[in-house]
């Protein structure tokens, strides 16, 4: 079952200039003492963690940095992606609902009418 309070759709958006993922985590509600907690991995572990407050705003943001010596760039002869956990917790520190997903720092532009990745 879902719970009542619980993450929604999550908004993920690489950072390739900055080194970095910004989240925004829409909730279904607010409780006191409730927090948000992301945690980005790869295939050597937790690369980085950030944890806020849940019970000011329904769309709580955490900041992701990737530091230098875990960077590696999405492309197409690399497509690599960073695992991510997302954890809504309780005022106790439970986890009362979580999701994973993953991410590529990558940037998209456009040349003309050609998209680049």
């Not at 520190?93 to 720092?105: F, I, K, N, R, T």
């Amino acid at each position: 079952p879902v719970p009542e309070t619980h993450l929604r759709r999550p908004r993920i958006t690489p950072d390739l200039a900055g080194s970095a993922f910004h989240l925004e985590l829409p909730l279904s509600g607010n409780r006191p003492g409730y927090r948000v907690r992301a945690v980005l991995g790869d295939a050597d572990g937790e690369v980085s963690r950030a944890e806020a407050r849940a019970d000011l705003d329904l769309a709580p943001r955490l900041h992701l940095p990737v530091p230098d010596d875990r960077r590696r760039e999405w492309g197409p002869e690399d497509p690599h992606l960073y695992d991510l956990r997302l954890e809504l917790l309780d005022a106790a520190g439970q986890v009362v609902d979580s999701a994973e997903s993953y991410a590529g720092l990558r940037a998209v532009g456009l040349r003309g009418k050609a998209v680049l990745l």
